[in-house]
T-cell receptor, first 110, second 114 residues
Framework: TQLLEQSPQFLSIQEGENLTVYCNSS?????LQWYRQEPGEGPVLLVT?????EVKKLKRLTFQFGDARKDSSLHITAAQPGDTGLYLC??????????FGKGTKLSVKP | NAGVMQNPRHLVRRRGQEARLRCSPM?????VYWYRQLPEEGLKFMVY????????ESGMPKERFSAEFPKEGPSILRIQQVVRGDSAAYFC????????????FGAGSRLTVL
């Protein structure tokens, strides 16, 4: 069974701080995706990482895919209250579906 | 170009009633996925459909739940004889091609069972 473990489960920080959230698995994934979900809405895709060791930057967000393609991290620099939300990682399952981790709930206080 | 449309956004049912959730994929998308999300949890895969075909239903409970994606019209997730444990947010996503490519999600349907 392919599982994605995300940590931490909850994170509460002050505006301006940096943070890193993790997504780990014992399985190899051909790609991993990161989504952000706000309350009452569906997840919105942030990035897809495909190549082992790949690093992608999206403004203050930096995504990394592990060399072995089993893990990924999301680093946010100088967090802002607008970054508040549930961050989900997801990987392609064996039958064409997308498997999600349980997410990291981030709260950035002004 | 409208995104993935789900309705109703909120649905309240009493135990034993039926719930029907509808999903219209993005224009040009022929792959539809249904997920369930409990409070404070991630999304749990339920079923993956293409037009008129169920590709993968490994996440669907064996009883009371069914899904379809007819040739014409929206995809429908049907829950018969609902129980309190069915209360959750149900999300639909669509993609242009299969294989867990980029999914576009709808805003979800929140089912409350009294």
């Amino acid at each position: 069974t392919q599982l994605l473990e995300q940590s931490p489960q909850f994170l509460s920080i002050q505006e301006g701080e940096n943070l890193t959230v993790y997504c780990n698995s014992s399985s190899v994934f051909s790609s991993l995706q990161w989504y952000r979900q706000e309350p009452g809405e569906g997840p919105v895709l942030l990035v897809t990482v495909v190549t082992g060791g790949e690093v992608k930057k999206l403004k203050r967000l930096t995504f990394q895919f592990g060399d072995a393609r089993k893990d990924s991290s999301l680093h946010i620099t100088a967090a802002q209250p607008g970054d508040t939300g549930l961050y989900l990682c997801a990987g392609a399952g064996s039958q064409g579906n997308l498997i999600f981790g349980k997410g990291t709930k981030l709260s950035v206080k002004p | 170009n409208a995104g993935v449309m789900q309705n109703p956004r909120h649905l309240v049912r009493r135990r034993g009633q039926e719930a029907r959730l509808r999903c219209s994929p993005m224009k040009g998308h022929s792959h539809v996925y249904w997920y369930r999300q409990l409070p404070e949890e991630g999304l749990k895969f339920m079923v993956y459909l293409q037009k008129e075909n169920i590709i993968d239903e490994s996440g669907m409970p064996k009883e009371r739940f069914s899904a379809e994606f007819p040739k014409e019209g929206p995809s429908i997730l049907r829950i018969q004889q609902v129980v309190r444990g069915d209360s959750a947010a149900y999300f639909c996503a669509s993609s242009a091609v299969g294989g867990a490519n980029v999914l576009t999600f709808g805003a979800g349907s929140r089912l409350t069972v009294l």
